[in-house]
């Protein structure tokens, strides 16, 4: 089957195939980092603090993208949208909740 094309479709197709599995990997790597930060942060009194405090920043920031977008875009041109502060807010919401256990 690979014989019977161009040598041009060959090469455009391994390179959508090469682009989207280092895509894949990326995100991946990504949510793994993720993952690893949260359980890092919650195993210590400091590590919790530290989320609480990215918590409260998440938020304000997530709000103020939703509330102010025209000024937030002004200073932040890869702020494409005002909607992108609802998964800020999420974000927020989760790392105040995991950042408030007690030991």
Not at 29 to 38: D, E, H, I, P, Q
Not at 51 to 75: H, T
Request: aromatic share 14%.
């Amino acid at each position: 089957m690979f014989f019977d094309v161009g040598e041009t479709f060959l090469a455009d197709t391994l390179k959508e195939m090469g682009i989207g599995g280092a895509i894949g990997v990326g995100v991946g790597f990504v949510v793994f980092v993720y993952v690893a930060a949260l359980v890092y942060g919650m195993s210590s009194m400091n590590g919790r603090k530290a989320m609480m405090g990215i918590g409260l920043f998440s938020l304000a920031f997530g709000g103020a993208c939703i509330q102010y977008y025209e000024s937030v875009v002004a200073m932040l041109p890869f702020i494409t949208s005002k909607w992108l502060g609802i998964p800020l807010i999420i974000n927020g919401g989760l790392m105040c909740k995991l950042g408030s256990f007690k030991e």
